[in-house]
């Protein structure tokens, strides 16, 4: 059974960068066939892509925050991690990781963390 | 980017009730669409791929259909633990785009 577990601080100063790990048992985040991801959710509101990072490298990330975002993975630790740089209140939200499969009829997110929730406050 | 716009925001429903919501994309997207369940505090649960595929486990009052630009998913039966808000995702393009959601309540 997979399992993505989230983690990282909970309360992060605007302006600074917010940084996130999961952790990911029972697969491995070196094989081709998914997509390692993070989405968010505002508190009360629906959710956002983020971006992957795929086979040990590749990344894609939503245009919206493109230039503020880095997804990275590590290997030996079966973890990969998001960057957020120059956070506002805006980036206060559930941050979940995820796995995106590759199908036969396209893509699903079918095992996600639990999510953790950062504030962004001074 | 695909906007996702889900109809209607809200609904109100009883135990028993057949439930229907739709999800409309800005542009055609085959049927490269997702449903997802989410309850309060919880991950989003995988219900339904591929427009119509029931994902391993979800039970068969779960339903979806559609191809193009509109989308549809019903329960057939509404049960108890069914009242939660529920999301079309489309795996067309990047970036992946969220309707904004549906959020089922007890009538």
């Known amino acids: 059974q997979v399992q993505l577990q989230e983690s990282g601080p909970g309360l992060v100063k605007p302006s600074e960068t917010l940084s996130l790990t999961c952790s990911v048992s029972g697969g491995s985040v070196s094989s081709g066939n998914y997509y390692w991801s993070w989405i968010r959710q505002p508190p009360g509101k629906g959710l956002e892509w983020i971006g992957y990072?795929?086979?040990?490298?590749?990344?894609n990330y939503n245009p919206s925050l493109k230039s503020r975002v880095t997804i990275s993975v590590h290997t030996s630790k079966n973890q990969f991690s998001l960057k957020l740089s120059s956070v506002t209140a805006a980036d206060t939200a559930v941050y979940y990781c995820?796995?995106?499969?590759?199908?036969?009829?396209?893509?699903?997110?079918?095992?996600w963390g639990q999510g953790t929730l950062v504030i962004v406050s001074s | 980017a695909i906007q996702m716009t889900q109809s209607p925001s809200s609904l109100s429903a009883s135990v028993g009730d057949r439930v229907t919501i739709t999800c409309r994309a800005s542009?055609?997207?085959?049927?490269?669409l997702g449903w997802y369940q989410q309850k309060p505090g919880k991950a989003p649960n995988l219900l339904i791929y591929?427009?119509?595929s029931l994902q391993s486990g979800v039970p068969s009052r779960f339903s979806g259909s559609g191809s193009g630009t509109d989308f549809t998913l019903t329960i057939s039966s509404l049960q108890p633990e069914d009242f939660a808000t529920y999301y079309c995702?489309?795996?067309?393009?990047?970036?992946?785009?969220f309707g904004q959601g549906t959020k089922v309540e007890i009538k």
């Open positions: 995820a796995r995106e499969s590759i199908t036969v009829a396209g893509t699903v997110f079918d095992y």
């Open positions: 990072i795929y086979d040990s490298g590749s990344t």
């Open positions: 995702l489309q795996d067309y393009n990047y970036p992946r785009t």
């Open positions: 542009q055609g997207i085959r049927n490269d």
């Open positions: 591929a427009s119509s």
